[in-house]
Each structure stands twice: as structure tokens, then as C-alpha cells.
């Protein structure tokens, strides 16, 4: 019954990069081959519930960076963990099962956020809206929906226990990786509370902001993977310390990038209209650290903010508003934040007992997520 | 960090036979420990993260039979457990993880089925929705509760794996435990998803009510934690056979008295409006049944069942209502269910090798499900 226990061969997931197709294809493949191992329990159930899972599974094949499972992959590497050894296959299915924790995150996120697309492709949630629809079936086509997506997350989540359960770690590996994992997924999801508490209450400070940015994006993306792959890898306390310092840091800028981007950012670069961050009202560092300076040195241009963000805005308006956020001096106050926790979270990898290989590669992804144009 | 790691009070959990207070007093103080394991790490991300973990804490202690832990704790008591031995903390912290997957079952249920209280208190979407509410905060108070209660459910059923893994199990029995557990969890979801496919699609049939039945009650209340019972001990498959083929059939005979107990209790004794499953239109087999045999002898009666159902009955139409089921036969065939059903499981208990004591409680245990007129 366990994926985990294929030999790896000699084409295989092992020799992969992060951040390459060829790791994704990796991930990919470990994914399906788990998907398999349930097969025979779904069908158990009728084609009703087959057709929900083949909707899963078909979200979490669809596509993304893999990033998580790579920062773990990573965090295994430099902490000595060999591609080429008996363990690889094992490590590998256990950092691909981060990709089912994600189809949670994303399914349920999707309709806190009333998102209606996701990758091109409409959301779970109003998947099975439009397949409501499309029947003429009884009761409100929106909460069916919802209905569907909160139990296909539930499963995801569940079926991310069941793959590192089944990934043919040791004993040994597993209880490290399940410390780690526990502390994870608290963080994600207490980051995810934060974050709709914060814009219900609407919180404006930057702590709040960065709060929401460390554990919803730079613990559950970056730190904890690669502590993750370290804890697999059973590494000494000073190289988690040291993963655990650029994954928080990194982790943050790399959030803090894509907030510039969300108003700044080139479409014809990003694929996404300009200045869509303001339209939809996010509650950015960005935005705090503008509206700190107004509060101190020019309280009407905070007024505007705050009147004019989630609304309707014309390209001229999302001009204006660019304007008011580079005069307060946010914007140059974002790049330094960015411009430090770079500095502050590469200096612990080079100084850190890592591989050689993992600190230039962790060199490179820290780059890639900060200095971004898309 | 685990709660498993505590050494078992002469006056603790292990003497506690299932079903008593004494029992669901054990099973709340696992509990309780488990979540004092859990109150670092949320403390780090604030207090509004806090206020949101002891909102879940205080549903999961306020009550409930803990049925689950129950059969569980027998399960593994029937094959052999020895609840004055040294595993027996560990093994009563796993089966009370069942309630936190519970949690998150009527969580996001109550979401499912808009249901506004639960145990005598607001629903966890309700009561968040009212400290929106309360707080004249931004946005929909009825989008946040849900929020909130989407999020809360997910941590639930990451905690019930946390709780498992902190047990203190040794490797063999938690590799075990693990692969039944998956399958519970399987079940449960897809049983919620067939449930609201099945309500949306109009599904009449009595096989479609009865497979709900199996996989959303009875798999998940009776058959499996039996099974995550036999599994923590070792037992031999015959056991495991006769185990499920009674978790099962007592099962689907619990779900089909409460059917019967939904339009024909007796509201003083069940303290349930008397006909509300009728006012709410459930599709229960009791209502397939009729509608079954309505299609053959009465049509006008089917179609007037159809019509009548889920709408703001008076006492009178509940009256009228039940006069039509049992005048088609309905109810006879349901108690006839119930009665082959039980005689069924209860021959698989005897004839097995459970031990006496065992076999004494769940066939007691069998009876109050099924024979219990509340």
C-alpha cells in the first residue's frame, strides 16, 4: 500500500533540482503514485466520491512551483542527505506530501478570499458551483460549492498525513519530521487566522502585517521545509538555527516583494493588471508603513489611502495612489526591510555548516524570491 | 513535549469502562494535556491566535458521549489490552484523538448544514459571526464566522495527527494504528460528501441512504475505532473481521434508530421537537423506504411524502406524515433492518475471540444504540 516503497532509479526524482521542471516532474510523479495508493479506497465508496478525488487530484497536479517540497528537499541536501542513497525515494514523498497540505491551504483560502479563478482554472469551490448548476439541482449552487471544497481540503490535509505515514521513512525520521510538521501546520493555519482577523478588525500596524507575513508565508514556504529536510536529515542544532534564520528572513522578503509587485509590478511581466493589490484592499506592509508616515507627517494622504483601497480604482487613480505610497517614503522603507533580511538571512546560510552545493543554491533561490520582477 | 510521555494514576484513566462518566472524565483529560502541549507554540503567534485555540478547546471539552474513544479503548481492551499495563496511557491518548477529528467533522458540518447551535451553544461559525457582529467590525459577520470555523476545523484535524504522534505509541503500533486511521478518515469525508451530493442531487434510493449511513456512521463511529483498537493490539484478522462486520451493523442500526427516533420520539424523552427530521427533510432510509414502496403501491402518497417533507410542518402534517410511513410499511422495514442488523453483529461478537468482558460490553453496548428510545 505504500508509495514509499518503489526502488529509485537511475532517471529518477533523486538527481533533481529545485526550481527546475525536472524537480516538479519529481514531485509529480511521487504525488501520482500516491493518488494510486487511494484508489481502491474511493472506489470503495461509488463513483460520486471517485469523481471528487479525480477533482483533487487533478488541482494538485495542475501545476505551481513545488517551492515547498524543494526548500525541504534543499534543507535535506545541505544537511548531508544523499540523492543517490537508500533514503531518497522516502525523503522525497515525504517533502511532496507539503503539496497536499497546500491544496488545503489554497482550497479553503479560496473561499475565504471568494476567489473565483486559480491558475487559469476556476477555484474547487466554484467548480462544483457550476457543476450544481449545470444539473439543475436542488438548493443554493454557492454553498454546494463550499460545501465540496471544505471536505476535498479536509482531504487533502488528512491525505498529507497518510502520504508521509506512507512514504517509507524509518521510525527515527518520521517522529523528527512529525515535531517539525505539527509546528507547521500550527503556524499556517494560526497565519491564515491572523490574516482574516486582521482585515475584519481592520489592524493598519506593520507588526500586525508582518506578523501575518511570517508565520501564513515565510514559516509554512521557506522555514519550516527546510527545517523539515533537515530534521530528516537528523542535522546538528546550529544548522537548523542557522536554516531557520534565512527561511524567516528570505521567507519575509520574498512576501514583501511580491506586495511591491501586487502595485508596482510590470503586467505584461507579472500576468496580473496593475495595481490589482489596491483594488482588492490588501492590508500589505506596504500599506502599514504607509499609513504609519501619514499618521505622522501628512494625515490626509492616510485618509485617501484608506478611502480609496478596495474599491473600483482606474489606472489613473492606481497612478495617483502609487505616488502617495513612494512620497510617504514606503516604498523606499519596503526595499530596506527587503534589502536587510536578504543580507540578514544569506549571512546565516554562508556562515552555516551547510553543503557548499545547498549554500549556493539557497543563494540563488534567495535571490530569485527577492529580486523578482514577476 | 508529549502528552503520552505521563505515567498512568492508579486512580486514572485505565479503569474507566466506556459509556460511564468516568470514561469521558479520561478521555477529557488526555485532552486537556494534549492541548496544554499546544499552548507555546500558539502563544507565539498572539493572542488573537489564543482567543481562537481555547474557542476550540472549550468545544471539544463541553461534551459530548465520546462513542469513538469509547469503542476504541474497547476494541483494543476485547483483544487482549491490559488497561493496568504500561501502554495503556499511550493507547488512550490515540483513541482520544478521535474527538479532535470529531471536532472537525461538526465544525465544518455545522457549515454544511447552516446549522446555528449545537450542544445548547452557538455553532463555532455562530459564535464567531456574533463577535464580528459584536465588534462593528469591516465586511460580512456571517463570511468571517465561517472563516474562522473553516480554519478552527482544519486545526482540529491537524491536532488529531499531532495527538496521535505524541501519544507515546511505540513505531510498530503507530505504523498500525496509522494505516486504519487513513482509511477512517477516508470514509468520514467521503460519507459527508456522498450526504451533500446526495441532498443536492435528490438521490431517493435506499442504497444511496444506506451507504451514507455506512460511511459517514457507522465506518466512522463503530467499525473503524474498533478496528484502531484491535490494530493498537496486535489482534489476529479474525477479530479484526468479526470486529467490523459488528462495528457495521450495529452501526447502520444506530443510524437507522435515530431515523426512527427523529419522526417518532418522544420530544420529552428525546428533548427534539417532535418530526423536526421531517421538517428539516432528511433523506434517510426511513423516507427511502417509503418512497420505494409508494412508487409500487401508492404514488399520490410519494409524491404528497416529496412535497411535504423539509417544509415548516404543523403538528397535525407531522401526525399525517407518520401515519403515511408507517401505513406503507416503511417503518417496519426499517425496525426489521434494525433487528437483523443487530442479531447479525451480535452473532459475529459472540462467535469471536474477543475476550468475555468484551463481548458482554459491546453486546450491552449494542443494545443501548439500537433498542434506546432517545
Known sequence: MSAGTGTPTRSGPTSAVPGTAAFATAVEQALTAFFATRTDSVAELGP????????????????????????????????????????????????????????????????????????????????????????????????????????????????????????????????????????????????QLLDVHGEASGDESVAAALRINRYKTAAYTVERPLHLGAALADADPALITAYRTYGTDIGIAFQLRDDLLGVFGDPAVTGKPSGDDLREGKRTVLVAEALARAAETDPAAGDRLRAEIGTDLSEQQVGALRSLLTGLGAVDAVEARIATLTEQGLRAIETSSATPEAKDRLRAMALAATRRTA
Open 48 to 191: 460520486v466520491f471517485t469523481d471528487a478525488a479525480e477533482a483533487l487530484e487533478s488541482f494538485v497536479l495542475r501545476g505551481g512551483k513545488r517551492t515547498r517540497p524543494g526548500f525541504a528537499w534543499m534543507g535535506w541536501l545541505g544537511a548531508g542527505g544523499d540523492p543517490a542513497g537508500p533514503q531518497a525515494t522516502a525523503v522525497l514523498n515525504a517533502c511532496s506530501a507539503l503539496e497536499l497540505v497546500q491544496a488545503c491551504a489554497l482550497i479553503h483560502d479560496d473561499i475565504i478570499d471568494c476567489s473565483r479563478t486559480r491558475r487559469r482554472f476556476p477555484t474547487v469551490h466554484v467548480d462544483f458551483e457550476q457543476r450544481h448548476r449545470d444539473r439543475g439541482w436542488t438548493g443554493d449552487p454557492a454553498h454546494y460549492g463550499e460545501s465540496v471544497a471544505i471536505l476535498l481540503g479536509d482531504l487533502a490535509l488528512a491525505w498529507a498525513d497518510d502520504m508521509v505515514h506512507d512514504s517509507g521513512l524509518p521510525p527515527a525520521a518520521l517522529a523528527r519530521f512529525a515535531a517539525v510538521w505539527a509546528r507547521m501546520r500550527t503556524e499556517v493555519l494560526g497565519g
